[in-house]
């Protein structure tokens, strides 16, 4: 069984610039989560689809960054225009549904900002 | 709002020592309890979870967890570790919304 895919691994772009993340869930997973991961910290959620729906944004910064499900299942992340504090590695998950259900994780995406 | 606190950031162990990586957690609805660990250069794989019954729950790699609700407690241990079990630890809820705690990186020594 295929895992949680995520391109690229790596980005490096000078601030101001846009960048953009793409992730592919484990087959079947209806729900699907971003995360921003701070060197040395936890992972803080982004924002929680239930298939194409938007459930919990309430931690995205809307002002720059912006995600899509087409379809209820690959999804995008977007920031635009990048800032030095984005610098970050970028995760996607992706689960069956419901709170009880485990998450599984991609690689990540490290961004870097200069 | 929920909270997920590990007191430990960093806990340095000789091999085949015993450990114990200690999280607490605050919230105003009953929750779910898990345990990732993310190895260098590696993504986040779960540990052990804990979703009702029993309150000492098993996971991989011989390591097990306690759930302690009066204390609002989910300790991870492990009676004798390996280098190999050196790696990142991070305790999750899941109650309102899902909650990563800071994480402690467990090192150990030969």
């Known amino acids: 069984e295929a895992g949680v895919v995520q391109s690229p691994r790596y980005k490096i772009i000078e601030k101001k610039q846009p960048v953009a993340f793409w992730c592919n869930p484990i087959?079947?997973?209806?729900?699907l989560y971003w995360y921003r991961q701070n060197l040395g910290q936890g992972p803080e959620l982004l924002i929680r689809?239930?298939?194409?729906?938007?459930?919990?944004d309430s931690q995205l910064p809307k002002d720059r960054f912006s995600a899509e499900r087409l379809k209820g299942v690959d999804s995008t992340l977007k920031i635009q225009p990048a800032e030095l504090g984005d610098s970050a590695v970028y995760l996607c998950?992706?689960?069956?549904?419901?709170?009880?259900?485990?998450?599984?994780f991609g690689p990540g995406t490290r961004l870097t900002v200069t | 709002a929920q909270s997920v606190t590990q007191l430990d950031s960093q806990v340095p162990v000789f091999e085949e020592a015993p450990v114990e990586l200690r999280c607490n957690y605050s919230?105003?609805?009953?929750?779910?309890l898990f345990w990732y660990v993310q190895y260098p250069n590696q993504g986040l794989q779960l540990l052990l979870k804990?979703?009702?019954?029993?309150?000492l729950v098993k996971g991989i790699n011989g390591f097990e967890a306690e759930f302690n609700k009066s204390q609002t407690s989910f300790h991870l241990r492990k009676p004798s570790v390996h280098i190999s079990d050196t790696a990142e630890y991070f305790c999750?809820?899941?109650?309102?919304?899902?909650?990563f705690g800071p994480g402690t990186r467990l090192s150990v020594l030969p």
């Open positions: 998950a992706s689960s069956f549904g419901g709170r009880a259900y485990e998450q599984y």
């Open positions: 087959s079947g997973h209806n729900t």
């Open positions: 689809y239930e298939n194409e729906e938007a459930v919990d």
């Open positions: 919230s105003s609805v009953s929750v779910y």
């Open positions: 804990y979703l009702s019954g029993s309150t």
């Open positions: 999750a809820v899941n109650g309102q919304n899902f909650v």
